[in-house]
């Protein structure tokens, strides 16, 4: 099936570095050709007589003319990140140098590789499987310590040794049932049945972990959202402000200043909060502006993760707070209470109820107090209630849509066991759990599935 793809004996050249001007750039060629191509270019040394895994500097001849001074790096086949000959020339950080260097090698027959083929190659040679690949684009793309911990994890088999167990135990189950049947009329048992209960109830609360693992896999990979609401002149942008240390949003005393929603990002214990800045909501406008702008923040706090509800302790009353706070449970919303603008003197009534009310987090967003609560209290509500197994997170929607359907075909061979179903109903339906698997990791795998997964990859990896 993977032959059809075009393309894949060609020689591959790109730039493997961002474009534009720096220290150096590394064009990396891969393929049958990718010796001879460089060799082509390099009159120093003839690179076929020299050992892999060495590096040679030298001038970089184009027809007699000299384009730089280089340093070439030799990985021959299949010790290399594609499992193919390839070739890296360190060249001198000059888009311009870097785009003869490429022209010379397309003009030498190697042609501008895909998005990902690099990738690709590794994966289709067997140097990685299909997890492992998504890992590196993950890798490349992690902006945070946990993003980049659970994609090096990956990269490195954690989550593909996990599915290569299971994936062991079934088709060696499967296989003494299969067994049993070409011993049909003998009425024999291969297959020790409790056995393999036991290890279907282990797969089993193995894909249970690895499913819910998704929603911290989700936060780690796209952060979390916070929508920061409240009634006009709360102190909304100021705490928007105050988390980002800087002076993003306006603010002022005039209730209604923030009309549009103002996102910014904080990094809070290695995670990311998209915090969003609204307009603050009261009932009684009739300017247009200001209805759009609230139109927008109840929008907003409808499709957040967590609401960040802010008001002014001076102004808030116990039954006022006990609404709003009965409305985000019935909406079964995720959300905090910060009363601010505790510098000003509150109400005696006021401090009793609401220093008690261990629910809320009392703060001066104006004067920083309080801060360091709000980000523990963000962080703990999202991050930390979330179970996770050892290092395993599942971050990748593809995996979590197998999981579910291996989820799914585990509880039917469950069933089957309870129901002492005849042995070619069991084995069909392992055949669907190990497809699902297989799936995951790569084993089975159809052209466009693998398109879109390597498309997402930059040129040169
Ligand atoms: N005393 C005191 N005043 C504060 C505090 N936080 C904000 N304020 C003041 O409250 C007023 C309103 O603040 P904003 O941050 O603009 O309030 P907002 O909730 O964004 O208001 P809108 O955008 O109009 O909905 C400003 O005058 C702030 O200086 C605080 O902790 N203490
Ligand atoms: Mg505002």
Request: net charge negative; proline share 2%; charged share 25%.
């Amino acid at each position: 099936m993977l032959n059809k793809l075009s393309g894949w004996d060609d020689t591959i050249v790109a730039l493997a570095t961002p474009p534009g001007i720096g220290a150096i750039g590394v064009i990396r060629l891969s393929g049958n050709n990718a010796f001879s191509i460089v060799n082509d270019l390099f009159p120093a040394k003839d690179l076929n007589k020299q050992s892999s895994h060495t590096v040679h500097v030298g001038l970089i001849n184009d027809n007699g003319e000299n384009i730089d001074e280089v340093v070439v790096t030799l990985f021959k086949g299949p010790k290399s990140y594609t499992g193919e000959d390839v070739i890296e020339i360190s060249c001198h950080g000059s888009p311009y140098v870097q785009q003869q260097v490429i022209h010379a090698c397309i003009r030498r027959g190697a042609r501008m590789a895909r998005p990902g083929e690099f990738t690709q190659r590794a994966f289709l040679k067997g140097k990685l499987d299909l997890t492992q690949a998504e890992a590196v684009a993950d890798l490349i793309a992690s902006n945070t310590a946990a993003s980049q911990k659970t994609a090096l994890y990956n990269i490195h088999g954690g989550f593909s040794t996990i599915l290569k167990e299971l994936r062991e135990q079934l088709i060696s189950f499967s296989a003494l049932i299969e067994l049993e049947l070409d011993f049909s009329q003998e009425d024999v048992e291969f297959a020790d049945r409790p056995r393999f209960h036991e290890l279907i109830k282990k797969a089993q609360l193995t894909t249970a972990q690895l499913l819910q693992s998704f929603r911290l896999g989700n936060v780690i990979k796209n952060g979390v959202s916070v929508a920061i609401i409240g009634k006009p002149n709360a102190g909304k942008s100021t705490l928007l402000n105050t988390l980002l240390n800087e002076d993003r949003a306006i603010v002022s005393e005039i209730a209604g200043t923030t009309r549009d929603t103002i996102e910014e990002v904080i990094n809070i214990n290695g995670i990311l909060f998209r915090l969003i800045d609204t307009a603050g909501i009261r009932e009684h406008s009739t300017d247009v502006i200001e209805l759009v702008g609230i139109e927008k923040s109840l929008e907003k706090m409808k499709s957040a993760d967590v609401v960040l509800y802010i008001f002014d302790v001076n102004e808030m009353s116990k039954s006022d707070l006990d609404e709003v706070r009965a409305q985000f449970e019935k909406a079964d919303k995720k959300y905090l209470l910060a009363g601010n603008k505790t510098d000003a003197i509150m109400p005696a009534f006021q401090r009793t109820t609401l220093i008690n009310d261990s629910n809320i987090i009392l703060i001066s967003a104006k004067n920083n107090i309080g801060i360091d609560q709000i980000k523990n209290a963000l962080f703990s509500l999202t991050v930390n209630e979330q179970p996770s197994s050892e290092n395993m997170v599942v971050t990748n929607v593809r995996h979590f849509e197998a999981l579910q359907q291996v989820s799914k075909s585990l509880t039917d061979i469950k069933a089957g066991l309870d129901n002492n179903v005849p042995g070619d109903l069991l084995a069909l339906d392992i055949r669907h759990c190990l497809h699902f698997i297989s799936e995951i990791t790569g084993d089975i795998s159809n052209e466009d599935v693998l398109d879109f997964i390597f498309s997402k990859f930059c040129i040169g990896k």
